[in-house]
């Protein structure tokens, strides 16, 4: 039985999971829950209102109690916070309950799925009518990272768009940036390419301020946000909203270093605001021609020479030479 449980990759709310916990009082499964990061403790609650075919219909008693115990407002939900070997394994029925146990689409304003390999979409369903998320990172990987090639994710086109289809067309929808995995961006399918045109659209007509109209020299509307094909490298990326901090800056501000900047490396775009705790995005110096840019992180990996498939004679200059 030992082995046959060993090859098994059961979800982590299943039955199996909780048969030894769940004769447990509510105070001491509160009390267990706060050792728990956020995230973990809202997994932890959902795993009370799974019913045996794994669907949950209410959050139970329990749960709630666990979920109510809990200082979080739960606006933000990274799977980052939970331990990678588990967070690896998660299903779109682990991540749907726990949206659906903590009343995600009244309360997430961002949901980053980070590591969730499993994850096929089918689980932000629960989240489907939110006007209240404002940022989505499906990318999976951690800030500053770039996933391997050889990882192998489940994440589907067809169980995720037609949520973020929803998503995008309700009026008041809050929705304010998307990062999108890699593997979609380079294979660039007909259903990717017609929701990006989609997604577009619906930023254009929003007509978003810039976030530094005091150094804007254009009209102080921000347009064009995603990227649709002139730059290949960032097809798919939204190269004028930080990811971190959310604001959105034109292409006329009067200074390059008050533009937002996507870096080559981890494909994550930021403004460079260190008030709002962003990151800088460096620019290659060796040459006019070189599109080359990196984070602050990653010029930290890479120091300051890189090798660059445009100039012979890259140079990012991080600011950090002796």
């Known amino acids: 039985m030992n082995s046959k449980m060993a090859t098994r990759r059961e979800p982590y ?21 706060s050792y728990l990061s956020e995230t973990s403790v809202a997994l932890f609650a959902s795993i009370f209102s799974t019913t045996s075919d794994m669907t949950i219909t209410a959050p139970s008693k329990t749960s709630l109690a666990i979920v109510s115990s809990c200082i979080s407002n739960w606006e933000v939900i990274d799977f980052l916070d939970i331990d990678k070997e588990l967070r690896m394994r998660l299903t779109d029925d682990d991540i749907g309950g726990l949206l659906f146990c903590i009343d995600a689409v009244h309360k997430v304003k961002r949901l980053k799925l980070t590591h969730c390999f499993q994850f096929t979409g089918k689980g932000l369903d629960h989240i489907r009518d939110s006007v209240v998320l404002e940022q989505i990172d499906l990318s999976l990987a951690s800030q500053n990272e770039s996933l391997d090639e050889d990882v192998e994710i ?7 768009l037609p949520t973020l289809l929803n998503l995008i067309g309700q009026a008041d929808s809050s929705l304010k940036q998307l990062q999108f995995p890699q593997k979609w961006r380079d294979e660039k399918s007909d259903m990717f390419c017609r929701f990006l045109r989609n997604y577009n659209r619906v930023l254009n007509s929003r007509r978003s301020p810039c976030s530094r109209p005091q150094h804007c020299r254009g009209n102080g509307i921000c347009q064009n946000d995603l990227e649709l ?3 290949e490298m960032l097809f ?6 930080c990811l971190k901090c959310l604001d ?7 200074s390059e270093n008050l533009q937002p900047s996507t870096c080559s490396g981890c494909k994550q775009t930021y403004c460079g605001y260190n ?3 962003c990151q800088v995005i460096f620019h290659c110096e060796g040459s006019d021609s070189c599109q080359i840019k990196q984070c602050t992180t990653c ?19 991080s600011g950090d030479d002796e």
Not at 13 to 33: C, K, P
């Open 229 to 231: 094909g002139v730059e």
């Open 13 to 33: 709310h299943s039955t199996i999971s909780i048969t030894n916990i769940t004769h447990l009082s509510d105070e001491l499964l509160v009390s267990i829950s």
């Open 154 to 160: 489940q994440i589907s086109e067809e169980d995720t």
């Open 248 to 254: 959105i800056t034109c292409q006329q501000c009067s």
């Open 299 to 317: 010029c930290s990996m890479y120091r300051d020479h890189l090798d660059c498939y445009i100039c012979d004679d890259c140079y990012i200059d």
């Open 236 to 241: 798919g990326i939204q190269k004028l909203t």
């Open 275 to 277: 008030g709002n705790g």
